[in-house]
């Protein structure tokens, strides 16, 4: 299975009293987005399913990916990709659609980083996840611990 990881676009800073599930993407997050997923639609990324965080940045993501790369699916949003889920949560999520050759998934920091050095099978390795950064992850093997293998990762400044 290829899968994608996508963290949210820049989005505006939190107001007070406002909740930060409530945060838009800003035309600047949605610019550079639409970059990155611009140039990885040219290599061929074509996700038989796109899960998002229920937060609003990572739905409007998931929404932008859609139209980018030609998704004809729904969302689904589940809480597996919120901001303080753990790897192993989204694992389980990758893990019940292990039928599909690949995925996107799109959310947060610190879940990001964090699921991509556990899909590499290093829980220690250090993993920056730029805003709007697409990693590709192939893995085979759909057991209790992911072996992942990094096949590339690409920002809006490389895009």
Known sequence: ??????????????????????????????????????????????PGVILASPYRRAVETAQIATQILEYGGEIVKTQALVPNATPQQAWDEICS?????????AS????MSSLAAFLLSSPALQVEMKKGALVRVDC????????????????????
């Open 1 to 46: 299975m290829e899968i994608y990881l996508l963290r949210h676009g820049i989005a505006e800073d939190g107001r007070p009293g406002g909740r930060d599930s409530d945060r838009a993407l800003t035309a600047e997050g949605e610019e550079k987005l639409r970059r990155v997923l611009k140039r990885a639609r040219q290599s061929g990324v074509a």
């Open 97 to 105: 659609r292990r039928t599909e050759e690949a995925i996107l998934l």
């Open 108 to 111: 947060h920091e610190p879940l």
């Open 140 to 159: 085979g093997n759909f057991g209790p611990a992911p072996r992942g293998v990094l096949k590339w990762m690409l920002t809006a400044a490389l895009a």
